[in-house]
């Protein structure tokens, strides 16, 4: 079957003269005609900006943590504080209570009462019993003496002096998280300046140790709930900035990819050749396809612009098969095809070329029918040929027309014999 032919129990074969027509043709929707390249550089379509880089949101994350961590630990401390505060205000209540029941001004700056005493030992045993205390010592504030001491501590070695700063900082109550040198067990010793005859003015200095389990679940319970929250915060984040990327990443593939064939465009040849070209020696050199397909607009007009949609992504289905990484297959527009292949020569790039020429011209099934369309094809290599990426297409795009007029299939360009290509070329990316 000839190319450009359709074969199917309703249509009637088509020729090759129906793909070669001059190039100054009206052409389908789907099939833009190719401009001069002395008016690409006001054509060329601008670059789309690459998307912002992982170090960038990286930063932004390492940012996004350091100010969750930052404020987990700034509540941790505030939460501490305020559950010793608490703590404190509750056990300088339980004392003040204690000590308005059993104490006198006369017991602190004198002696204390041996009934008042009784009263208090009484008050302390029953406090410890049910766990709310497990000490209680009562110091004077005029001359720093002890006054009072609980039973379970009075006939052991006398408590520790409170240090100088509870005795002249008496203008509030403090905590401060102890262990039991007996037990071991964790306590909160609540440090509690006491007025006793009601003047403003503190007479007794109240130290209370009472287990400090309430407190320490109480904590627990508000740092697991500050944690789960400053955990999710930072899982937010985390999925907005994939989120983000994942978007910037979509678009920059939508900006360097054809939308029909899911082929790269131009752009993504320009940056291919950014790479591959400036790398390009004598002794490794890279080389560019340029491909046309002979044919496609017999298909586009006899049986419509979806058989040749279709016909375009099978040949560029083929052409990616045979053109795997690190080579560029790329789709310029219309039926033309680039390729791009780094570290290659030009009997490389022959033998490429004529593989996807092979490739292109199998038949297509369409409709129920098989379509069949030609290939010619210009190579051109660099640095030999050209350095730059529009000057190597202008080399390919030499020969393939050279290729298209001589039915030749496949020719390299050759500078000495090419003539000049006719003036409408492809637009340089």
């Not at 790329?330 to 490739?359: H, K, N, Q, S």
Request: negative net charge; charged residues 20%; hydrophobic residues 45%.
């Amino acid at each position: 079957m000839t190319a450009g032919t359709f074969e199917s129990p309703i249509s009637a074969s088509l020729t090759a003269r129906d793909y070669v027509t001059p190039i100054r043709r009206t052409v389908p929707l789907n099939y833009p005609a190719r401009r001069s390249i002395s008016t690409c550089v006001t054509l060329r379509r601008a670059g789309t900006a690459a998307p912002t880089s992982w170090r960038t949101l990286l930063a932004v994350l390492a940012l996004i943590v350091a100010t969750v961590v930052g404020g987990v630990a700034a509540l941790q401390r505030q939460v501490r504080d305020r559950s010793l505060d608490s703590a404190a205000q509750s056990a300088a209540v339980l004392t003040a209570l204690v000590i308005d029941r059993n104490l006198t001004l006369n017991d602190i700056t004198a002696s204390l009462h041996p009934a008042n005493r009784a009263q208090l030992d009484t008050d302390v045993v029953l406090l410890s019993q049910h766990g709310r205390l497990t000490g209680l010592t009562i110091w004077a504030l005029s001359d720093g003496q002890l006054v009072y001491v609980d039973p379970y501590h009075a006939y052991g070695e006398a408590p520790n002096r409170p240090p100088d700063a509870a005795f002249t900082d008496t203008g509030r109550t403090t905590a401060t998280p102890v262990t039991d040198p007996d037990s071991g067990a964790d306590l909160l010793e609540v440090t509690h300046p006491y007025d006793v005859n009601g003047d403003d003015d503190p007479d007794a200095l109240a130290v209370i140790r009472v287990p400090s389990g309430d407190v320490d679940a109480s904590i627990g319970r508000s740092l697991w709930m500050l944690y789960a929250g400053g955990l999710f915060v930072l899982l937010v984040a985390l999925g907005a900035v994939w989120q983000v990327r994942r978007r910037q990443l979509d678009q920059d593939h939508a900006a360097m990819h054809d939308v029909l064939t899911g082929l790269g465009n131009r752009e993504l040849l320009r940056r291919a050749a950014g790479t591959a070209l400036p790398a390009a020696t004598a002794e490794d050199p890279a080389a560019l396809l340029l491909l046309d397909l002979n044919g496609f607009k017999s298909v586009n007009d006899g049986f419509g612009h979806s058989a040749g949609d279709q016909l375009l992504c099978t040949v560029a289905e083929r052409m990616d098969l045979i053109c795997p990484a690190p080579a560029s297959v790329i789709r310029l527009g219309g039926d033309e095809f680039a390729v791009l292949l780094p570290a290659t020569g030009l009997d490389g790039a022959l033998a490429v070329a004529r593989r996807l020429a092979a490739a292109v011209c199998e038949p297509v099934p369409i409709d129920g029918g098989r379509v069949r369309v030609g290939v010619s094809a210009g190579a051109a290599v660099a640095p030999h040929h050209a350095t730059e990426l529009s000057a190597l297409l202008h080399c390919a795009d030499i020969a393939m027309y050279q290729a298209k007029r001589t039915d030749s299939g496949v020719l390299a360009y050759q500078p000495e014999t090419s003539e000049p290509a006719s003036d409408t070329k492809v637009v340089a990316p």
